[in-house]
């Protein structure tokens, strides 16, 4: 999570790197991290592979099934507070991510892959099928599949904070943009990693350019296994930013800082920033 970068990692660690002269450490967990909210500054959510959803290592919520996968709205301007979680009982859990208050759930058909949330909507991966289904996030019942099927296993979903677009990456390197509105596939031009997607994230409109409507929604960076990051761009889809070899062992996860920065870590252990200029 960025402004304030918080970390996570496997062995249960949560780092706050912006609490005054040294970093804030907590222990509370004791295996793998698959969630952080930190939208309440000193407060840091954390939801880890131990069954635990906890507050600055105070636990808030004990879940009975083990949680495989997790999501919050990255939007700082969203104030739900809500995590969407699936466990391995092919459950999907809505929670809020500070009190522990379960919103609502909902059983799977399939096991999931990967998830994300946004303001209005709640979109899943599916393993066996492929498939990319949508739950609206108010009514778990109201749900709609987009119209083509990934080739292969979907492993991380992204969708637009217009919420017009979708991007679907796979554990082949294959990213697909599908149009929300109709539902079906805007580009699959951009096929230039060659491993798992891990992260997929929106750059945020420059503070010079929110009355731009050009500059809205263009980029999108991504991460992979392949150890690169690089930045797509809806409207010329061919046109690509690289940084190569970004992390040893591959990139985990990718987040904009602001419009002009990005925040990637990885296997390696690393955080690191990476400036855009664009020519």
Same mark, same amino acid.
């Given at each position: 999570?960025?402004?304030?970068?918080?970390?996570?990692?496997?062995?249960?660690?949560?780092?706050?790197?912006?609490?005054?002269?040294?970093?804030?450490?907590?222990?509370?967990?004791?295996?793998?991290?698959?969630?952080?909210?930190?939208?309440?500054?000193?407060?840091?959510?954390?939801?880890?592979?131990?069954?635990?959803?906890?507050?600055?290592?105070?636990?808030?919520?004990?879940?009975?099934?083990? +949680?495989?996968?997790?999501?919050?709205?990255? /939007?700082?301007? *969203? $104030?739900?507070? !809500?995590? #969407?979680?699936?466990?391995? &009982?092919?459950?999907?859990?809505?929670?809020?991510?500070?009190?522990?208050?379960?919103?609502?759930?909902?059983?799977?058909?399939?096991?999931?892959?990967?998830?994300?949330?946004?303001?209005?909507?709640?979109?899943?991966?599916?393993?066996?099928?492929?498939?990319?289904?949508?739950?609206?996030?108010?009514?778990?019942?109201?749900?709609?599949?987009?119209?083509?099927?990934?080739?292969?296993?979907?492993?991380?979903?992204?969708?637009?904070?217009?919420?017009?677009?979708?991007?679907?990456?796979?554990?082949?390197?294959?990213?697909?943009?599908?149009?929300?509105?109709?539902?079906?596939?805007?580009?699959?031009?951009?096929?230039?990693?060659?491993?798992?997607?891990?992260?997929?994230?929106?750059? +945020?409109?420059?503070?010079?350019?929110?009355? /731009?409507?050009? *500059? $809205?929604?263009? !980029?999108? #960076?991504?991460?992979?296994? &392949?150890?690169?990051?690089?930045?797509?761009?809806?409207?010329?889809?061919?046109?690509?930013?690289?940084?190569?070899?970004?992390?040893?062992?591959?990139?985990?996860?990718?987040?904009?800082?602001?419009?002009?920065?990005?925040?990637?870590?990885?296997?390696?252990?690393?955080?690191?920033?990476?400036?855009?200029?664009?020519?």
């Amino acid at each position: 999570a960025v402004n304030p970068l918080v970390t996570g990692s496997f062995d249960g660690k949560v780092v706050d790197w912006n609490s005054g002269q040294k970093p804030a450490l907590y222990l509370g967990h004791n295996n793998l991290i698959i969630g952080l909210n930190n939208k309440k500054g000193s407060e840091i959510s954390s939801l880890s592979w131990d069954d635990t959803l906890q507050i600055n290592e105070q636990v808030k919520y004990k879940f009975k099934s083990q +949680p495989k996968l997790a999501a919050v709205n990255c /939007d700082p301007k *969203d $104030e739900d507070y !809500l995590y #969407a979680v699936i466990n391995n &009982d092919n459950e999907l859990i809505i929670i809020n991510s500070f009190t522990g208050e379960i919103i609502n759930t909902v059983k799977l058909k399939d096991p999931a892959s990967c998830i994300t949330i946004s303001k209005t909507y709640i979109a899943i991966g599916y393993e066996v099928t492929n498939a990319i289904e949508l739950f609206e996030l108010n009514n778990l019942e109201q749900r709609f599949t987009l119209k083509t099927t990934m080739r292969s296993t979907p492993s991380c979903v992204s969708i637009s904070p217009s919420e017009t677009l979708i991007a679907v990456g796979d554990v082949l390197g294959k990213i697909i943009l599908f149009d929300l509105e109709t539902r079906d596939i805007k580009t699959s031009r951009w096929a230039f990693h060659t491993g798992r997607i891990n992260a997929i994230s929106w750059r +945020p409109q420059s503070t010079e350019s929110v009355n /731009d409507d050009n *500059d $809205e929604e263009d !980029l999108v #960076a991504t991460g992979s296994l &392949d150890t690169h990051v690089m930045i797509y761009s809806v409207k010329r889809p061919m046109k690509i930013v690289k940084f190569l070899n970004a992390h040893k062992d591959g990139v985990n996860n990718v987040m904009w800082q602001d419009a002009d920065h990005i925040v990637s870590t990885g296997n390696d252990a690393c955080i690191k920033t990476w400036e855009l200029q664009l020519a």
